[in-house]
């Protein structure tokens, strides 16, 4: 089961969710930037946090993805 998101103002991604023991696991398609949660929410509000980290150091994956 996938999920999409957007994220900033313009850039919408895909991401696969999944439950390990007691965490929920989510990778974000395009970049493989994973993390994790201990609800789908937490995990999700995570990745976007870990997102923007990982788009701030390379700016050429929003240009790509456009």
Do not use: C, H
Not at 13 to 37: C, F, H, N, R, S
């Amino acid at each position: 089961m996938a999920t999409s998101f957007i994220l900033g103002a313009s850039m919408e991604l895909q991401a696969v969710p999944w439950k390990e023991e007691d965490m929920y696991i989510i990778k974000e398609v395009t970049t493989g930037v994973t993390t994790q949660g201990r609800t789908i929410e937490e995990a999700v509000q995570n990745l976007k946090e870990a997102l923007e980290l990982y788009l701030e150091e390379s700016p050429e994956t929003v240009e790509k993805s456009r």
